[in-house]
C-alpha cells in the first residue's frame, strides 16, 4: 500500500519565512508523490502546530509524517512524540532542517528556497522506505562501580552510597587520596587539603555502602548499560589488611630504603610502605620490586616484628567478578614530566622543582617536615616560578591547564609566610588566569604581598654566571614582554607548573571501558555543554579530570554530575535501548566475517549452525561500521538502511522545478 | 513497497551562457559535522547552497556505493565529513571512513570520475566556521572542475 504522507513546513516565525518561501514550499510538496497533505505554520513545535499533525495523523490516516523545520537535533524528538500521541510509530517521521541549513545561511531568497524544495523532497521520498521500529526496555543493575579513588572519584562513591546504592570503589594505588594527598594547601582559601580530603576518605572506608578495592584494576568489561560484567583484577600487598592495626613497625623495622613516589622523588620511603599516616586504608604494602626478601630470599624483618602477625608473603594477586548497571570513570591526570624541556634544566640542577615537588616541600608531612628549604638545608632567598611549563605550548600541549596559574599564587604566598616577607618570588606567566570563586581576589592578595610578576615565557635557566650577583645561583633568562626587555633573574630555587596531561594509560582504559579521547588524550565527554560527564557508550559517566583539567572544586563538582547521572539510572531501574541498531540478514548474508572484526563494540557474532554473523543489539550502537563494509548489503543500519539513503538522494538529486501551482490542502 | 528507480544523468547540466551551478551531495555525521553545520548556521555564516546534507549517524557508515550512486545519479561532487580522527563518537568509524574512501579516490577514475570530486574532511562538532569554509572552497573547487560528465562514463 502506498503510503500517506503529511507534510508540515515551519515558518519559524520569520527565521524561516524570512528568507524561505514556506507557503510555496508547502505547494510544492503538496504535488510530491504519496503526499496526502501538505500545510505550512508559523511555528510547527508550538502546541498547535504539534496538534495539527496529531489531528491529520487521526483524520486523514497518514501513515508517514515529514516535518520541515529546525535542525533535527533540535526537535525531531518533539515531533517524534507529537507522531507517537496521534497513534503513529515515531520512527514513520523524517525532518528536515530548513533553518540552519537553509533560511540562515544561503544568502538569496530564490537560491535558499529552491534549496528548502530540494531538502523537503529528498526527506519525502525516504520517509517512504521507514520502518516501524520499537525501543526496548532493559532492567538496570542497581550496582555502580567507581573507578579511580581520587577526589573525584572519592566524590562520586560518596553521593552514590548515600542514595542507598552500592558501590565498588577500585583504585589502583595503594590509598584512596589521588594528587590531593600529595598537596598542602589548597588555593584560595588555604585549606589545608589533608583536613578536607581526609574525613572524606575515612568516610569512604566506613561506609557500609562502599566496598573499596586499593591495588585493584579493572581488566575486562562486557555486556551493555545496565548489565555490565566486569571483572577487576588485585594486587597482593602482603600484608593481611584484616590483622595489621596500622601501627607502622614494620616500617621502621624495613632495612631497605629506596625513593618515594608518593613523594615524586624528594623523599625516601621503606620496601614496605604506604602513602602517608593518614592513608586510607591504613595498612601498609609490600614492593616485592625492592623487598629483600622477594629479591634475595632472606631478611623478614616486618614478618619478625609484626606485633599482630599481618605480614604474609605468600598472597597472590586475585581476581573479582562484578555485576553493576553502570559505571563513573574517576581516572584523573599525570603531571607532564618537563625533563623533555631541557632549558628548565629539570634534573639537571637540584634546586630546580616540578609542582608536586614543591607541594611535597611544603607538606608537614613531606620529606622536610614542610620547611621551604633547598637541598642544603638553608631556605631560598629567592624563587622563581614559571608558569605554562607544557601548558598552553603547541609542541607539547596545547591547551591550558587550568590550575598552574592558582597554585603558582598560593606557592608565592606560602612563599612569603614559610620564608619570610624578605624572600623574593619572581613569576614568569603568559596570562593569569583567575577564573573561580574568589580567585581574582587571591591574586589581588599575592600581588600586595609584594610577589613581582614578570610577563614573558622563560627562555632558559641556566648556571652560568654572567656577573658576581649572578654566582652560585640560577638564572632564569626571560624576555618581559610588557617592558620589551630582555632579563636575567637570579634565584635560588625555581618551581615548574607543569602540565597536566591525561594518564599514561589512558588508551587503555578507553579500550576497556569502550569509550573515546579527545585530541588531547582527555576522555571524551558526550558533548562539550551539554554533556560534559557522560561519554558515547551508555551508561558510563566521567567524574573529574580524567575529561580534562580541573582544579579542586571544578573536580568534585562534576564527579558530583557524573554521580548523579549514573544514579538517575540506577533508581530508575530501567533504561530504553534505541532500535536504531544494525541488522544482519541471514538470508543475505555470506559468513565472510568481515564485520565481526570491525565492529568497535565486539557486537557480532558469528553462529556456527547457521554459518552467518549476528548482531547482539543490546551492544550494538547503531555506528553502521559494518554496514559500510559488508560487500553482500547483509548488514545494515535500521532507519539509516540503503534504501533510505538511496531514496533521500534521488530527491536530493531531483531537479527542483518552479514551485508548480498546487494548492496546499 | 515499491522499487526505487534513480534515473541515471545523461547529460552534462552546462548549459551554455548560464554560470554553473554543481550539486553537492554530503554525507555528514550526527555528531559532528551536522552539529558544526547547526552550528555554522546559528552563527549566519554564509554558505553557497550548492551542498546538500545527508545526516548519517557516522562516517563509518558511508557505504562507498551511497558515494558512487550519488556521482552516477547527478551529483557533480561528493563530501564525506566527520569528527576529527580521535574523536569519534563511535571510537573510530571515522578510520574506517577515510580508509574507504582513500580506496575510493583510487577507484574513481577507473569509472571516469575525477577523484577531486569526492573530498573526506573532518570538522569538530564546534567548528562551525570550519564547515561554511569547507562548503564554499568546495563549491569553488567543483566549479573550476566543471560539471560531471556522465555521459563519458563507461560502466553506465
Known amino acids: ?665 | 513497497m515499491e522499487e526505487l528507480v534513480v534515473v541515471p544523468q545523461t547529460e552534462s547540466r552546462a548549459v551554455p551562457g548560464e554560470a554553473f551551478e554543481p550539486a553537492i551531495v554530503a554525507f555528514v555525521c550526527n555528531w559532528c559535522t551536522y552539529t558544526a553545520a547547526d552550528l555554522a548556521g546559528t552563527a549566519r555564516m554564509v554558505q553557497s547552497p550548492n551542498v546538500r546534507l545527508v545526516r548519517m549517524m557516522c562516517t563509518g557508515m558511508v557505504d562507498p556505493k551511497y558515494v558512487i550512486k550519488a556521482l552516477l545519479s547527478g551529483a557533480d561532487a561528493v563530501l564525506v565529513s566527520g569528527c576529527h580522527p580521535g574523536d569519534c563518537h563511535y571510537i573510530n568509524g571515522n578510520y574506517k571512513a577515510r580508509r574507504r574512501m582513500k580506496l575510493l579516490k583510487e577507484i574513481l577514475p577507473r569509472f571516469g570520475i575525477d577523484e577531486r570530486r569526492l573530498k573526506l574532511t573532518w570538522v569538530g562538532a564546534s567548528e562551525g566556521n570550519e564547515f561554511a569554509a569547507t562548503v564554499n572552497a568546495f563549491v569553488a573547487e567543483i566549479k573550476e572542475l566543471g560539471p560531471i560528465d556522465t555521459r563519458r562514463l563507461p560502466l553506465l
Not at chain 1, 568534585?556 to 539510572?569: D, R, T, Y
Open chain 1, 1 to 665: 500500500m502506498a503510503s500517506r504522507i503529511g507534510v508540515y513546513v515551519c515558518h519559524c516565525g520569520t527565521n524561516i519565512a524570512g528568507k524561505v518561501d514556506s507557503a510555496g514550499v508547502a505547494r510544492f510538496a503538496a504535488g510530491l508523490k504519496n503526499v496526502i497533505v501538505a500545510r505550512d505554520y508559523k511555528f510547527m513545535c508550538s502546541d498547535p502546530g504539534q496538534d495539527m499533525i496529531i489531528k491529520d495523523i487521526r483524520e486523514m490516516g497518514l501513515t508517514r509524517v515529514v516535518v520541515a523545520s529546525c535542525s533535527p537535533r533540535l526537535h525531531e524528538k518533539t515531533f517524534q512524540k507529537a507522531c507517537q500521541r496521534g497513534g503513529l510509530n515515531p520512527f514513520l517521521f523524517q525532518m528536515t532542517c530548513i533553518r540552519e541549513h537553509c533560511s540562515w545561511v544561503v544568502a538569496d531568497p530564490e537560491a535558499a528556497t529552491a534549496k528548502a524544495r530540494n531538502l523537503l523532497a529528498a526527506a519525502v521520498s525516504r520517509v517512504n522506505y521507514h520502518d516501524e521500529l520499537h525501543s526496548r526496555v532493559e532492567a538496570v543493575h542497581p550496582d555502580v562501580l567507581v573507578v579511580g579513588g581520587g577526589i573525584a572519584g572519592i566524590q562520586a562513591a560518596l553521593d552514590i552510597a548515600k542514595a542507598g546504592h552500592k558501590v565498588h570503589l577500585v583504585e589502583k594505588g595503594p590509598s584512596i587520596g589521588g594528587h590531593m594527598a600529595q598537596f598542602d594547601k589548597t588555593f584560595p582559601t588555604l585549606d589545608c587539603a589533608a583536613c578536607i580530603s581526609t574525613p572524606k576518605m575515612v568516610a569512604v572506608a566506613q561506609e557500609s555502602n562502599i566496598n573499596l578495592m586499593t591495588l585493584s584494576e579493572v581488566v575486562e568489561v562486557k555486556g551493555y548499560v545496565g548489565n555490565y560484567m566486569v571483572r577487576v583484577r588485585t594486587a597482593p600487598r602482603y600484608v593481611n589488611q584484616d590483622l595489621c592495626t596500622g601501627c607502622g613497625l614494620c616500617m621502621e623495622k624495613c632495612p631497605k630504603s629506596v625513593v618515594s613516589e608518593f613523594e615524586e622523588g624528594i623523599g625516601k620511603r621503606k620496601a614496605i610502605h604506604r602513602n602517608s599516616p593518614q592513608s586510607v586504608p591504613n595498612t601498609p604494602m609490600i614492593d616485592p620490586a625492592v623487598c629483600i626478601h622477594f629479591v634475595k630470599g632472606k631478611c623478614g624483618a616486618c614478618e619478625k616484628h609484626c606485633p599482630s602477625g599481618a605480614i604474609d608473603f605468600q598472597q597472590t594477586e586475585s581476581f573479582l567478578d562484578l555485576q553493576v548497571g553502570t559505571v563513573v570513570l574517576a581516572t584523573g591526570f599525570d603531571i607532564m614530566d618537563p625533563s623533555c624541556l631541557p632549558q628548565y634544566g629539570f634534573g639537571r640542577y637540584p634546586e630546580v622543582y616540578t609542582g608536586l615537588q614543591f607541594e611535597r616541600l611544603n607538606n608537614a608531612v613531606g620529606p622536610t617536615g614542610g620547611k621551604i628549604v633547598m637541598k642544603d638545608g638553608r631556605p631560598p632567598e629567592s624563587v622563581g616560578i614559571i608558569h605554562c611549563v607544557g601548558s598552553r605550548d603547541k609542541n607539547h600541549h596545547p591547551y591550558c591547564s587550568r590550575v598552574c596559574c592558582m597554585y603558582a599564587l598560593k606557592y608565592d604566598h606560602l612563599i612569603k609566610d614559610k620564608v619570610g616577607h624578605g624572600a623574593k618570588v619572581y613569576n614568569f606567566y603568559i596570562d593569569m588566569r583567575c577564573f573561580g570563586k574568589g580567585y581574582e581576589e587571591f591574586y589581588r592578595r599575592v600581588q600586595e604581598e609584594g610577589v613581582t610578576f614578570i610577563r614573558g615565557r622563560p627562555a632558559e635557566i641556566t648556571d652560568r654566571a654572567a656577573n658576581a650577583a649572578e654566582e652560585g645561583k640560577l638564572v632564569v633568562v626571560c624576555e618581559d614582554t610588557l617592558l620589551g626587555r630582555t632579563l636575567r633573574v637570579p634565584v635560588d630555587m625555581v618551581v615548574l607548573c607543569t602540565a597536566m596531561k591525561a594518564r599514561a594509560d589512558a588508551p587503555e582504559v578507553a579500550r576497556v571501558f569502550g569509550i573515546s579521547q579527545g585530541q588531547d588524550g582527555f576522555f571524551l565527554e558526550e558533548h562539550p555543554k551539554l554533556g560534559p560527564v557522560s561519554t558515547a557508550t551508555d551508561g558510563i559517566f566521567l567524574a573529574g579530570t580524567c575529561q580534562g583539567p580541573k582544579d579542586i572544586p571544578d573536580a568534585v563538582a562534576h564527579a558530583s554530575g557524573g554521580a548523579g547521572q549514573a544514579l538517575a539510572l540506577a533508581a530508575r531501574g530501567e533504561v530504553d535501548i534505541s532500535p536504531t541498531v544494525s541488522w544482519i540478514n541471514p538470508d543475505v548474508c555470506v559468513g565472510c566475517k568481515m564485520c565481526i572484526d570491525l565492529c568497535a563494540y565486539s557486537a557480532i557474532e558469528f553462529d556456527e549452525r547457521r554459518k552467518v554473523s549476528v548482531i547482539n543489539e543490546a551492544m550494538c550502537k547503531g555506528c553502521g561500521s559494518c554496514a559500510g563494509h559488508c560487500p553482500s548489503g547483509a548488514a545494515q543500519v535500521r532507519h539509516f538502511n540503503g534504501k533510505q539513503v538511496f531514496a533521500e538522494m534521488e530527491g536530493l538529486l531531483s531537479p527542483a522545478p518552479d514551485a508548480p501551482g498546487v494548492e496546499a490542502v
